[in-house]
């Protein structure tokens, strides 16, 4: 197989560029149901992806995009707040994008942030079951973290991580702690998918938005692969597509 460096494409806003991105994902779903498959799509939350499912979520609405032949799997979770707490993961998505669209509720995975210490290990070994027994991912959402991290895998992590328990950068933590009421409130570990976990997708679209992502896109994409800087890691994947807003574009030479 050729291997690519990451393809950059910029767009004037985040709609336009998330617009797109939902038409590619819209084509890619409506052919695969033509097969009779399934299509699994690696799911994100935070900002980042917000106008992407609502794009999505109008494509359902007007011009009868149908999810039923998706299955997601979510990155990642906070740990130890309750499934049902505002600010966890699973009420993100089902507010942002589930309750809105026909995607079958059992086609839904997102880590299980309620899980017992001594469980987690082999609920993670099931998740990256789970996503085999699928398939494995065909496309998978992702944002950047100021950290550089990708999914919750802060620095450090190697590029053969899996789905595991993490403790939360402290920037990962102060950029939360707005949404958390203050730092005190935002969750200190996490589980996500591992870096390995997310470079088995065959194909990854990272989006980026804002000057405040500026530079961290940069370095992610100039910097040689270390899992001092997760996002990095990306450069050695060969079907990935960063996707910009011009701000978040600023370091790049276009
Ligand atoms: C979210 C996730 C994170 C975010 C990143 C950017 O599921 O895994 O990696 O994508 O922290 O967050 P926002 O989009 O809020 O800037």
Known sequence: MISHPPRIEVSASSDAASKKLAARIAAAIRHRETEGGHYVLGLATGSTPIPLY?????????????????IGFNLDEYLGIPADDPNSFRTFMFEQLFDHIDLPVPNIHIPDGTIETG??????????????????????????????????????????????RVTLDPVTR?????????????????????????????????????????????????????????????????????????????YLDR
Not at 55 to 62: A, G, N, P, S, V
Not at 132 to 151: V, W
Not at 229 to 238: D, E, F, I, R, Y
């Open 119 to 164: 469980e987690i290990e082999s609920y993670c070994a099931g998740y990256e079951a789970a996503i085999a027994a699928a398939g494995g991912i065909d496309l998978q959402i992702l944002g950047i973290g100021r950290s550089g991290h990708i999914g919750f895998n802060e620095p450090p992590s190697p590029a053969d991580s899996r789905t595991r």
């Open 174 to 250: 102060e950029d939360a702690a707005a949404t958390f009421g203050g730092l005190g409130n935002v969750p200190v570990e996490a589980i996500t998918m591992g870096v390995g976990t997310i470079l088995e997708a065959r194909e990854i679209a990272m989006m980026a938005w804002g000057a405040g992502k500026a530079a961290i896109v940069a370095k992610a994409l100039r910097e040689t692969p270390s899992p001092a800087l997760p996002a990095s890691l990306l450069q050695n994947h060969g079907n990935v597509t960063i996707i910009l807003d011009d701000a978040a574009a600023t």
């Open 54 to 70: 609502r794009e999505l979520i109008r494509l359902h609405r007007e011009e009868g995009l149908s999810f039923r032949n998706v």
